[in-house]
Nanobody, 120 residues
């Protein structure tokens, strides 16, 4: 079993910054891709950013230049530094982790979600 614990969401004014964290624990042999998704009311969940085990990153066009994804493999944690936040960034943010478990099975795990609200 693998658990993901997210933190760092909150309310911020436009132009402000927030940093999200997602820590994985449990029966983990290896962590492959780690990523952040978001879902705004009435919209589909979308990829915000992802980072592979070798550090390659991928960003949604809407956040390029403003958000930075990083990971600490020793801590099994992925971060999302969000700068120059805009009201349209308001959403519930979810981390997703692709894990090889101690049973040598690959699973996708999702965090519980953390609310990010950007006021204008």
């Amino acid at each position: 079993q693998v658990q993901l614990v997210e933190s760092g969401g909150g309310l911020v004014q436009a132009g402000g910054s927030l940093k999200l964290s997602c820590a994985a624990s449990g029966s983990i042999l290896s962590i492959l891709t780690m990523g952040w998704y978001r879902q705004a009311p009435g919209k589909q969940r979308e990829l915000v950013a992802a980072i592979t085990s070798d550090g390659s990153t991928n960003y949604a066009d809407s956040v390029k230049g403003r958000f930075t994804i990083s990971r600490d493999n020793a801590k099994k944690t992925v971060y999302l530094q969000m700068n120059s936040l805009k009201p349209e960034d308001t959403a519930v943010y979810y981390c997703k982790v692709v894990v090889i478990t101690s049973s040598y099975v690959t699973y996708n795990y999702w965090g519980q979600g953390t609310q990010v609200t950007v006021s204008s």
